[in-house]
Protein backbone atom coordinates (compact mmCIF):
# COMPACT_ATOMS: atom_id res chain seq x y z
CA UNK A 1 0.00 0.00 0.00
CA UNK A 2 2.95 2.17 1.19
CA UNK A 3 4.16 1.57 -2.31
CA UNK A 4 1.20 2.46 -4.32
CA UNK A 5 0.69 5.79 -2.33
CA UNK A 6 4.09 6.72 -3.36
CA UNK A 7 3.47 6.25 -7.12
CA UNK A 8 0.18 7.95 -6.68
CA UNK A 9 1.94 10.89 -5.47
CA UNK A 10 4.42 10.74 -8.25
CA UNK A 11 1.83 10.70 -10.55
CA UNK A 12 0.08 13.46 -9.22
CA UNK A 13 2.82 15.75 -8.41
CA UNK A 14 4.31 15.29 -12.17
CA UNK A 15 0.37 16.65 -13.95
CA UNK A 16 0.52 19.39 -11.28
CA UNK A 17 3.84 20.90 -12.70
CA UNK A 18 2.41 23.91 -14.74
CA UNK A 19 3.78 23.82 -18.79
CA UNK A 20 6.98 26.57 -18.96
CA UNK A 21 5.48 29.39 -20.98
CA UNK A 22 8.60 31.75 -21.82
CA UNK A 23 9.87 34.12 -19.51
CA UNK A 24 10.50 37.99 -19.85
CA UNK A 25 13.84 39.76 -18.47
CA UNK A 26 13.59 43.24 -18.25
CA UNK A 27 16.70 45.93 -18.28
CA UNK A 28 16.26 46.21 -14.53
CA UNK A 29 16.75 42.76 -14.10
CA UNK A 30 13.07 42.19 -13.26
CA UNK A 31 11.88 38.78 -14.64
CA UNK A 32 8.62 37.84 -15.88
CA UNK A 33 7.32 34.20 -16.33
CA UNK A 34 4.57 34.36 -19.27
CA UNK A 35 3.22 33.81 -23.25
CA UNK A 36 4.72 36.72 -24.89
CA UNK A 37 1.33 37.18 -27.55
CA UNK A 38 1.81 40.12 -29.23
CA UNK A 39 4.18 43.23 -30.08
CA UNK A 40 2.97 46.27 -31.87
CA UNK A 41 3.91 49.98 -31.86
CA UNK A 42 6.47 49.18 -29.25
CA UNK A 43 4.44 47.35 -27.01
CA UNK A 44 5.04 43.77 -25.79
CA UNK A 45 1.90 41.59 -24.80
CA UNK A 46 2.40 39.23 -21.97
CA UNK A 47 -0.15 36.57 -20.66
CA UNK A 48 0.76 36.08 -17.54
CA UNK A 49 -0.72 33.07 -15.13
CA UNK A 50 -0.50 35.28 -11.99
CA UNK A 51 -0.84 39.06 -13.38
CA UNK A 52 -3.11 38.39 -16.68
CA UNK A 53 -2.03 39.82 -19.49
CA UNK A 54 0.20 42.99 -19.20
CA UNK A 55 1.40 45.16 -22.06
CA UNK A 56 5.35 46.32 -21.40
CA UNK A 57 7.39 48.91 -23.42
CA UNK A 58 9.82 46.27 -25.58
CA UNK A 59 12.74 49.43 -25.19
CA UNK A 60 12.25 48.14 -21.47
CA UNK A 61 12.80 44.51 -22.22
CA UNK A 62 16.47 42.97 -22.45
CA UNK A 63 15.64 39.39 -24.17
CA UNK A 64 13.07 36.80 -23.51
CA UNK A 65 11.96 33.13 -24.33
CA UNK A 66 8.69 31.16 -25.91
CA UNK A 67 7.99 27.76 -25.64
CA UNK A 68 6.22 27.82 -28.77
CA UNK A 69 7.55 29.26 -32.24
CA UNK A 70 6.59 33.20 -32.60
CA UNK A 71 5.21 35.33 -35.88
CA UNK A 72 8.42 37.72 -35.78
CA UNK A 73 8.08 40.84 -38.92
CA UNK A 74 11.17 42.45 -38.83
CA UNK A 75 11.82 46.15 -40.28
CA UNK A 76 12.91 44.79 -43.34
CA UNK A 77 9.59 42.86 -43.97
CA UNK A 78 11.17 39.50 -43.80
CA UNK A 79 9.23 37.21 -41.40
CA UNK A 80 10.73 34.51 -38.92
CA UNK A 81 8.40 32.15 -37.61
CA UNK A 82 10.71 30.02 -35.06
CA UNK A 83 10.63 29.39 -31.14
CA UNK A 84 12.94 32.25 -29.57
CA UNK A 85 15.52 31.60 -26.41
CA UNK A 86 16.88 33.95 -24.07
CA UNK A 87 19.83 35.70 -24.96
CA UNK A 88 23.01 36.76 -22.77
CA UNK A 89 23.29 39.77 -25.02
CA UNK A 90 20.95 42.83 -24.04
CA UNK A 91 18.52 44.07 -26.36
CA UNK A 92 18.75 40.58 -28.19
CA UNK A 93 17.12 36.83 -28.72
CA UNK A 94 18.16 33.83 -29.72
CA UNK A 95 15.95 32.13 -32.48
CA UNK A 96 16.29 28.63 -32.07
CA UNK A 97 16.34 25.81 -35.33
CA UNK A 98 13.27 24.74 -36.44
CA UNK A 99 12.84 20.88 -37.59
CA UNK A 100 12.43 22.01 -41.18
CA UNK A 101 15.94 22.82 -41.25
CA UNK A 102 15.74 26.63 -40.50
CA UNK A 103 19.18 27.73 -38.87
CA UNK A 104 18.86 29.60 -35.53
CA UNK A 105 20.21 33.72 -35.50
CA UNK A 106 20.59 36.25 -33.23
CA UNK A 107 17.86 38.89 -33.77
CA UNK A 108 18.25 42.84 -32.47
CA UNK A 109 14.91 43.43 -30.40
CA UNK A 110 15.31 46.88 -32.60
CA UNK A 111 14.92 44.92 -35.90
CA UNK A 112 11.30 43.58 -35.23
CA UNK A 113 8.87 45.53 -36.24
CA UNK A 114 5.47 43.53 -34.52
CA UNK A 115 5.17 39.46 -33.43
CA UNK A 116 2.07 37.90 -33.92
CA UNK A 117 0.64 40.56 -36.16
CA UNK A 118 -3.21 40.08 -36.34
CA UNK A 119 -4.58 39.25 -39.78
CA UNK A 120 -6.41 42.20 -41.57
CA UNK A 121 -9.56 40.14 -42.82
CA UNK A 122 -10.51 41.37 -46.55
CA UNK A 123 -14.40 41.95 -45.94
CA UNK A 124 -17.22 44.70 -46.81
CA UNK A 125 -18.37 46.67 -44.16
CA UNK A 126 -20.50 49.91 -44.27
CA UNK A 127 -23.87 51.56 -42.65
CA UNK A 128 -27.27 53.02 -44.11
CA UNK A 129 -28.24 56.25 -42.62
CA UNK A 130 -31.79 57.80 -42.99
CA UNK A 131 -33.88 60.45 -41.01
CA UNK A 132 -37.35 62.23 -41.85
CA UNK A 133 -39.43 65.16 -40.59
CA UNK A 134 -42.93 65.57 -41.16
CA UNK A 135 -45.29 68.44 -39.68
CA UNK A 136 -48.77 69.50 -40.54
CA UNK A 137 -50.24 72.39 -38.64
CA UNK A 138 -48.65 75.96 -37.90
CA UNK A 139 -46.47 74.49 -40.47
CA UNK A 140 -46.20 72.34 -43.39
CA UNK A 141 -42.82 70.65 -44.04
CA UNK A 142 -41.89 67.59 -45.32
CA UNK A 143 -37.85 66.71 -45.06
CA UNK A 144 -36.08 63.37 -45.25
CA UNK A 145 -31.86 62.34 -45.78
CA UNK A 146 -30.42 58.97 -46.64
CA UNK A 147 -26.59 58.29 -47.35
CA UNK A 148 -24.89 55.71 -46.50
CA UNK A 149 -20.69 53.94 -46.93
CA UNK A 150 -19.32 50.91 -48.20
CA UNK A 151 -15.86 49.87 -47.63
CA UNK A 152 -13.60 47.02 -48.46
CA UNK A 153 -10.57 46.83 -46.74
CA UNK A 154 -7.59 44.55 -47.43
CA UNK A 155 -4.19 44.65 -46.33
CA UNK A 156 -2.60 46.33 -49.69
CA UNK A 157 -5.45 48.03 -50.90
CA UNK A 158 -8.69 49.87 -49.38
CA UNK A 159 -12.13 50.91 -51.38
CA UNK A 160 -14.72 53.15 -50.38
CA UNK A 161 -18.11 54.22 -51.77
CA UNK A 162 -20.03 57.17 -50.27
CA UNK A 163 -23.42 58.67 -50.91
CA UNK A 164 -25.83 61.07 -50.01
CA UNK A 165 -29.42 62.91 -50.60
CA UNK A 166 -31.00 65.30 -48.80
CA UNK A 167 -34.56 66.56 -49.25
CA UNK A 168 -36.94 69.20 -48.37
CA UNK A 169 -39.67 71.03 -49.08
CA UNK A 170 -42.45 73.18 -47.42
CA UNK A 171 -46.11 74.83 -48.06
CA UNK A 172 -47.00 78.44 -47.34
CA UNK A 173 -49.95 78.95 -45.02
CA UNK A 174 -51.43 81.82 -46.79
CA UNK A 175 -51.00 81.11 -50.61
CA UNK A 176 -51.07 76.92 -50.42
CA UNK A 177 -48.14 76.65 -52.70
CA UNK A 178 -45.43 74.03 -52.00
CA UNK A 179 -41.72 75.16 -52.63
CA UNK A 180 -38.79 72.73 -52.19
CA UNK A 181 -36.18 73.83 -50.15
CA UNK A 182 -33.43 71.43 -50.17
CA UNK A 183 -32.66 68.88 -53.05
CA UNK A 184 -29.04 67.85 -53.62
CA UNK A 185 -26.85 64.17 -53.95
CA UNK A 186 -23.62 63.43 -54.00
CA UNK A 187 -21.66 60.01 -54.94
CA UNK A 188 -17.74 59.14 -54.08
CA UNK A 189 -16.04 56.29 -55.24
CA UNK A 190 -12.50 56.06 -53.65
CA UNK A 191 -9.22 53.79 -54.32
CA UNK A 192 -6.33 53.45 -51.78
CA UNK A 193 -3.47 51.39 -53.06
CA UNK A 194 -0.69 50.53 -49.74
CA UNK A 195 2.93 51.44 -50.77
CA UNK A 196 4.00 50.74 -47.67
CA UNK A 197 2.29 49.99 -44.53
CA UNK A 198 1.12 53.62 -43.67
CA UNK A 199 2.31 55.26 -47.22
CA UNK A 200 -0.31 55.05 -50.06
CA UNK A 201 -1.61 56.69 -53.37
CA UNK A 202 -5.21 56.97 -54.19
CA UNK A 203 -7.92 58.06 -56.85
CA UNK A 204 -11.08 59.45 -56.16
CA UNK A 205 -14.05 60.87 -57.74
CA UNK A 206 -16.71 62.99 -56.55
CA UNK A 207 -19.69 63.97 -58.41
CA UNK A 208 -22.64 66.10 -56.84
CA UNK A 209 -25.83 67.92 -57.90
CA UNK A 210 -27.60 70.92 -55.92
CA UNK A 211 -30.88 71.81 -57.99
CA UNK A 212 -31.45 75.13 -54.93
CA UNK A 213 -28.27 76.39 -55.90
CA UNK A 214 -28.67 75.54 -59.39
CA UNK A 215 -25.45 73.55 -59.89
CA UNK A 216 -26.46 70.92 -62.12
CA UNK A 217 -22.80 68.72 -62.13
CA UNK A 218 -19.87 69.12 -60.20
CA UNK A 219 -17.22 66.77 -61.19
CA UNK A 220 -13.93 66.64 -59.46
CA UNK A 221 -11.91 63.44 -60.30
CA UNK A 222 -8.53 63.32 -58.49
CA UNK A 223 -5.29 61.13 -57.37
CA UNK A 224 -2.68 62.01 -55.30
CA UNK A 225 -0.69 60.90 -51.74
CA UNK A 226 -1.85 59.48 -48.42
CA UNK A 227 -0.69 58.88 -45.39
CA UNK A 228 -2.53 56.65 -42.49
CA UNK A 229 -0.99 58.26 -39.48
CA UNK A 230 -3.01 56.09 -37.04
CA UNK A 231 -5.35 53.01 -37.79
CA UNK A 232 -7.46 50.77 -35.67
CA UNK A 233 -10.67 50.01 -33.58
CA UNK A 234 -10.21 52.86 -31.58
CA UNK A 235 -8.95 55.51 -33.51
CA UNK A 236 -8.32 56.12 -37.44
CA UNK A 237 -5.86 59.60 -38.94
CA UNK A 238 -5.14 60.17 -42.15
CA UNK A 239 -3.81 63.19 -44.52
CA UNK A 240 -4.17 63.34 -48.02
CA UNK A 241 -2.47 65.83 -50.95
CA UNK A 242 -3.22 65.85 -54.70
CA UNK A 243 -4.19 67.02 -57.89
CA UNK A 244 -7.68 66.86 -59.70
CA UNK A 245 -9.52 67.80 -62.02
CA UNK A 246 -12.99 70.24 -61.81
CA UNK A 247 -16.13 70.64 -64.00
CA UNK A 248 -18.92 72.91 -62.98
CA UNK A 249 -22.18 73.34 -64.91
CA UNK A 250 -24.68 75.93 -63.76
CA UNK A 251 -28.56 76.52 -64.75
CA UNK A 252 -28.67 78.83 -67.21
CA UNK A 253 -24.72 79.52 -67.30
CA UNK A 254 -21.61 78.11 -69.39
CA UNK A 255 -19.56 75.33 -68.25
CA UNK A 256 -16.15 76.03 -66.13
CA UNK A 257 -13.05 73.62 -66.07
CA UNK A 258 -10.19 74.00 -63.98
CA UNK A 259 -7.33 72.10 -62.67
CA UNK A 260 -7.29 71.87 -58.57
CA UNK A 261 -5.47 70.76 -55.74
CA UNK A 262 -6.85 68.70 -52.60
CA UNK A 263 -5.78 68.64 -49.52
CA UNK A 264 -8.07 66.77 -47.30
CA UNK A 265 -7.77 64.65 -43.83
CA UNK A 266 -10.08 62.16 -42.06
CA UNK A 267 -10.54 61.48 -38.28
CA UNK A 268 -12.41 59.32 -36.40
CA UNK A 269 -12.14 58.50 -32.42
CA UNK A 270 -13.88 56.17 -30.07
CA UNK A 271 -15.05 58.51 -27.39
CA UNK A 272 -16.28 55.84 -25.05
CA UNK A 273 -17.75 51.89 -25.98
CA UNK A 274 -21.04 52.90 -27.83
CA UNK A 275 -19.87 56.94 -29.23
CA UNK A 276 -17.68 57.63 -31.37
CA UNK A 277 -16.90 60.96 -33.04
CA UNK A 278 -16.26 62.11 -36.44
CA UNK A 279 -14.49 64.61 -39.05
CA UNK A 280 -13.79 65.18 -42.51
CA UNK A 281 -12.57 68.21 -44.16
CA UNK A 282 -11.44 68.37 -47.77
CA UNK A 283 -10.04 71.61 -49.56
CA UNK A 284 -10.06 72.18 -53.26
CA UNK A 285 -8.45 75.52 -54.64
CA UNK A 286 -8.34 75.82 -58.52
CA UNK A 287 -4.56 76.24 -59.52
CA UNK A 288 -5.73 78.61 -62.41
CA UNK A 289 -7.35 81.42 -60.19
CA UNK A 290 -6.55 81.61 -56.18
CA UNK A 291 -9.53 82.91 -54.99
CA UNK A 292 -11.69 80.54 -56.63
CA UNK A 293 -12.14 76.82 -53.98
CA UNK A 294 -14.31 74.61 -52.54
CA UNK A 295 -14.24 73.31 -49.15
CA UNK A 296 -16.41 70.23 -47.91
CA UNK A 297 -16.53 69.57 -44.08
CA UNK A 298 -18.23 67.57 -41.69
CA UNK A 299 -19.01 66.75 -37.75
CA UNK A 300 -20.85 64.42 -35.81
CA UNK A 301 -21.46 62.09 -32.68
CA UNK A 302 -22.38 58.21 -33.52
CA UNK A 303 -24.35 56.92 -30.56
CA UNK A 304 -24.54 52.99 -30.78
CA UNK A 305 -27.61 51.33 -29.43
CA UNK A 306 -27.10 47.63 -30.00
CA UNK A 307 -24.30 46.33 -32.54
CA UNK A 308 -25.64 47.18 -35.32
CA UNK A 309 -28.27 50.16 -34.73
CA UNK A 310 -27.12 53.70 -34.04
CA UNK A 311 -28.22 57.04 -34.47
CA UNK A 312 -26.04 60.14 -36.01
CA UNK A 313 -26.14 64.01 -35.28
CA UNK A 314 -24.43 65.68 -38.07
CA UNK A 315 -23.43 68.94 -38.80
CA UNK A 316 -22.24 69.61 -42.68
CA UNK A 317 -20.56 72.63 -44.19
CA UNK A 318 -20.14 73.37 -48.16
CA UNK A 319 -18.17 76.31 -48.94
CA UNK A 320 -18.10 77.44 -52.94
CA UNK A 321 -16.11 80.56 -53.49
CA UNK A 322 -18.14 81.56 -56.53
CA UNK A 323 -21.61 79.98 -57.07
CA UNK A 324 -23.81 79.70 -59.43
CA UNK A 325 -26.15 83.15 -59.81
CA UNK A 326 -28.26 84.58 -56.82
CA UNK A 327 -26.64 81.88 -55.06
CA UNK A 328 -25.06 81.72 -51.70
CA UNK A 329 -21.54 80.86 -51.10
CA UNK A 330 -21.99 79.18 -48.09
CA UNK A 331 -24.57 75.78 -47.22
CA UNK A 332 -24.43 74.94 -43.66
CA UNK A 333 -26.77 71.89 -42.38
CA UNK A 334 -27.97 69.64 -39.59
CA UNK A 335 -28.74 66.26 -40.39
CA UNK A 336 -30.35 63.88 -37.69
CA UNK A 337 -30.84 60.21 -38.91
CA UNK A 338 -30.98 56.50 -37.66
CA UNK A 339 -28.59 54.28 -38.69
CA UNK A 340 -28.00 50.31 -39.62
CA UNK A 341 -24.13 49.16 -39.70
CA UNK A 342 -23.10 45.84 -41.22
Same mark, same amino acid.
Given at each position: ??????????????????????????? /?????????????????????????????????????????????????? %??? &????????????????? *?? %????? #?????????????????????? /???????????? #???????????? +??????????????????????? #?????????? &???????????????????????????????? +???? +????????????????????????????? +???????????????????? =???????? !???? !????????????? /???????????????????????? =??? #???? &????? *?????????????
Amino acid at each position: MRKFARVAALIAATFSVPAFAGEVVFK /NGDRLTGEVTALGDGKLKIKSAVAGEITVNIADVSSFSTDAPIEIKLKDG %SVV &NQQVQKSETPGTVQTAA *SP %SGVAA #SMLSLDQVATINEPKLVTKWTG /NIRAGALVTRGN #SDTDAFNLAGDL +QRRSVDDRFTLTGEYLYGRERSN #STGEKSTSTD &NWLIQAKYDYFVTKKLYVYGVARFERDNIADL +QLRA +QPGAGLGYQWLEGPKTNFRTEVGLGYTYE +QYRDQDSETYINARLAYAYD =RQLAENIK !FIHN !FEYLPSLEDVGKF /NINTDAGIRVRFTQTFFTDARVEW =RYN #SEPG &NDSST *SDLRYVLSAGWEF
